[in-house]
């Protein structure tokens, strides 16, 4: 594994917080940086027969809600006490499940995030879940391994996933004053 790339991701990620870093650690790119005032990580990870997983995470100190978003169905135990819960605005490829409907709807449903989350491609598997005060984004991603440009291919995903991230965060912290305020 060569670092060409991780000066390409330090350049992106100071972009958005000039205090952020971008470094290769084992197999693995790391990103740190900061907005909204909240640490935030953005990992690219190497899954072993031309597979990639960015992970991005963020915590959210307070949070209780507990949901799961995700691209085919699956069902993990971790979604006990969770429902089900439809957005019409999202394809049914998206399953969804929460603590609070009305909460994750506030979150996932605005036109910004249901936007991105229609541009990823439906082939990639892609999950997001709030719990015990931590938002995590998975993507995952696969690619033809004689790709010419495996690193722009990868800075692009590290570019949605960071926007996706952003957003989801952003509309997370709304949605958790707006709660508050009731």
Known sequence: MTDEL?????TFIRAKDPQGTAVLEGHDYLLKFSTLG???EL??????RNSWTILYSAR???ATERWFVESKW????????CARVKLASLDPRYKLFASDGPFLRSVVGSPEMTELLMQLPAENHFKANLKDGVLTLSWSVRFNPASNDRNG???NCAIV???LGGQCFK???????????E
Do not use: C, D, N, T
């Open 6 to 10: 991780v000066p390409k991701l330090q």
């Open 38 to 40: 909240a640490p935030q």
């Open 43 to 48: 990992r690219i990870q190497y899954i072993p």
């Open 60 to 62: 959210s100190p307070g």
């Open 74 to 81: 699956v069902w993990f135990p971790e979604h006990s006490g």
């Open 153 to 155: 291919i990868l800075l």
């Open 161 to 163: 996933m960071s926007q």
């Open 171 to 181: 509309s997370l912290q709304v949605a958790r004053m707006v709660k508050g305020s």
